[in-house]
């Protein structure tokens, strides 16, 4: 076909339709950067063996800069007919250095030049939202310090269950982050290796050396099976996953933030930059970013599972089915990183109302739990001092009044070996202050945690 690096054994060219639904300029050409960095790694390679000369290698490096920096001018417009960002690129080189860069594309094939520049391209993202993260992370850490010994409310079933200190709450976020930036780190660790010289399925007969064009690309070494390279889209998935769970995490925080915004809450007040207004209802601040970073995950979700229906089914070795390997991807890389740092900023800007939050810690009995310890540690077996605990609850709820009120007589009736002595101090801030359990939520037990996480972060960055 006239005018295709593949037209030769074909006599009629592609219908316009086809053509366009056969393309993936629209989308790959993202990825030119990541693509001229492997062919000048190949090629290099190519020169090193002797498979191109010396001054054809260096016309061809030289050629393929050209064209990176009439693409960054914007230059360059790649349409249809260029099909996909290799051939673009490719025939693009043809064009100003002439027959010499027909050689470049010897002993590889787009199948693993594809995955190369894939693995390129995810790799340099993965950095990127690590980074992200780590950001997130120290804004968290700021504020756990901040809010160390700050007394909230715990929940569980969105009931009020035991007080807690608002820094454990933050550091409960750090744990999950945490693990994404682990995560992350885990699937960088594994997907970086080099597809590149896999060729079409099953390698080369031309002395290659794919040990050196790893090298040259930063990667721990060359793929091990030429088949499997071309056909496995693995990193994207577990990528893909790493995005899902880690943009449920911010999900959950973000709707965490739309109830304690809420009028009945008022836990917090966000910054005015981070909300927007009603266009009928003038006195409406709406947490939008919160809600948009609730409804983001489930684009990412989408990602995820379009990504493992396509694998689903598709036999070895490449199909033009992991074409569709690729916007997905992207949409992912892109949500994902938008919506750490938008989640970073509204923290930052984001002050916690402890008036409000004090406000609503006299309901719900939040020290029932340490009355029962309380009464564990004075030698009644633990299911009975449940017992006893709640049948105070019960009183108290006659009553309407907390433990505090009850008198000696009441407590004697519910269980002779209680009175208003054996109850010891109760108060909130003492109850949070006694739990220094590892883990638990007292002051100085957060502030190890912080302690602990700062210095993994430090590590880690
Ligand atoms: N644009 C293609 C993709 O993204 C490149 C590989 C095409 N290979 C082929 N044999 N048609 O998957």
């Given at each position: 076909m006239a005018g295709s690096l593949w037209g030769g054994r074909f006599e009629k060219e592609m219908d316009d339709i086809v053509k366009r639904f056969n393309a993936s300029i629209g989308f790959d050409q993202r990825m030119y950067n990541d693509d001229i960095d492997g062919s000048i790694a190949h090629v290099t390679m190519l020169g090193e063996q002797g498979i191109v000369s010396m001054e054809e290698k260096d016309a061809i490096i030289a050629g393929l800069e050209e064209i990176r920096k009439d693409i960054e001018k914007g230059e360059i417009v790649f349409t249809v007919e260029d099909e996909d960002i290799h051939m673009g690129i490719e025939s693009r080189l043809i064009q100003r250095i002439g027959d010499v860069g027909k050689k470049l594309h010897t002993a590889r094939s787009r199948n693993d030049q594809c995955q190369v520049d894939g693995r390129l391209y995810v790799r340099r993202e993965i950095k990127e939202i690590m980074e992200r993260l780590r950001y997130l992370e120290s804004v968290i850490l700021e504020k756990a310090e901040k809010y160390a010994e700050e007394i909230t409310i715990g929940f569980t079933h969105l009931q009020h269950a035991q007080p807690v200190t608002l820094g454990f709450v933050f550091m409960a976020y750090f744990q999950m982050f945490k693990r994404d930036l682990q995560r992350l780190s885990d699937t960088y660790e594994r997907m970086n290796y080099c597809p590149l010289g896999a060729c079409a399925l099953a390698g080369t007969?031309?002395?290659?050396?794919r040990h050196r064009t790893a090298e040259l690309l930063g990667f721990t070494a060359p793929t091990e099976n030429a088949m499997d390279s071309v056909s496995d889209r693995d990193y994207s998935l577990e990528f893909l996953s790493d995005a899902a769970i880690s943009m449920m995490h911010l999900s959950r925080w973000a709707e965490e933030f739309t109830w304690w915004n809420t009028s009945e809450f008022s836990y917090i007040a966000i910054d005015d930059s981070f909300c927007t207004g009603s266009s009928i209802m003038p006195q409406k601040k709406n947490p939008d970013m919160a809600e948009l970073l609730r409804g983001k995950v489930g684009r990412v979700y989408g990602d995820l599972m379009q990504l493992l229906t396509v694998m689903k089914g598709t036999p070895l070795a490449y199909n033009k089915d992991f074409q569709e390997d690729k916007e997905s991807l992207f949409d992912a890389i892109d949500t994902w990183k938008a919506s750490i740092t938008i989640f970073a900023k509204m923290l930052e800007n984001t002050e916690f109302r402890m008036d409000m939050i004090h406000k609503q810690m006299g309901k719900g009995f939040l020290n029932a739990t340490d009355i029962a310890e309380h009464f564990a540690k004075q030698g009644i077996p633990f299911r009975e001092a449940h017992s006893i605990v709640g049948r105070m609850v019960k009183v108290c709820e006659n009553n309407h009044c907390d433990f505090e009120e009850l008198t000696d007589e009441e407590l004697q009736k519910i269980d002779v070996r209680v009175t208003k002595e054996t109850l010891g101090d109760i108060s909130i801030p003492a109850c949070v202050e006694a739990r220094v359990s590892y883990g638990g939520t007292a002051p100085s037990e957060v502030k190890r945690q912080i302690e602990k996480e700062k210095e993994w972060l430090s590590y880690y960055s």
């Open positions: 007969t031309l002395p290659t050396n």
